[in-house]
């Protein structure tokens, strides 16, 4: 079996990664998101998903690299991470009582063969109307400071959301079935690792 590398500092991702069973480590990637334009939103996720994974594949020299980016778009513009907690608090504004989407983008090197693909996926999440009040007390978590439009949705940020259209897995970071199809495009058949124990090695 090859390598398998997560091109992500996120834990979240790492949890959903283990879930299907499959021995990986964590590898972070040095792509600057700030180089990348302004294109269409699941473009941008794709692009991005494919730069890291691509840019822990050249490092590594082996193996399949899997990379993810997850994206928030609100009435056509994309929100990222928030800078500070008035910049979080002014993107729950934002969200607040309305629809959004959550573009998560996926892709896989095999760093072996050079072969790569990617995809996305998109949900519609429905928030809540909160209260100036009720939005402040959550930025006061810190819980959003390191999620894009955010928000958790898998902690305390699942209390703003009225409900969600698609795949929730999307929404934490790493939509599992995709990643699935991608895999098995490269030539890995995740079925034949469930009902077995995998094991994250840790971040290097």
């Not at 007390?137 to 958790?152: L, Q, W």
């Amino acid at each position: 079996m090859k390598q398998i590398f997560l091109a992500s500092a996120s834990p979240r991702r790492v949890e959903l990664l283990r879930t299907l069973g499959l021995t990986f480590e964590q590898r972070i990637s040095t792509v600057a998101e700030s180089l990348f334009g302004n294109p269409e939103p699941a473009l941008l996720a794709e692009s991005l998903a494919l730069a890291k994974a691509r840019d822990v594949a050249d490092r590594e020299g082996k193996g399949l690299v899997i990379g993810a980016d997850t994206i928030v778009v609100h009435q056509g513009k994309i929100l990222g991470k928030p800078l500070d907690r008035e910049d979080a608090f002014r993107m729950l504004q934002m969200l607040n009582g309305s629809q959004h989407e959550v573009i998560s983008g996926v892709a896989v090197v095999d760093a072996d063969n050079g072969q790569e693909n990617s995809g996305h996926e998109v949900t519609i999440v429905s928030f809540r109307l909160l209260s100036e009040e009720q939005l402040k007390s959550y930025v006061a978590t810190g819980e959003p400071m390191d999620k894009a439009g955010a928000y958790g949705i898998q902690g305390i940020g699942a209390l703003l959301v009225k409900g969600i259209s698609g795949c929730y897995n999307n929404v934490v970071g790493l939509p599992l079935t995709l990643l699935a199809e991608i895999l098995e495009e490269i030539g890995l058949n995740v079925w034949s690792y469930i009902g077995k124990e995998g094991r994250y090695a840790g971040e290097t």
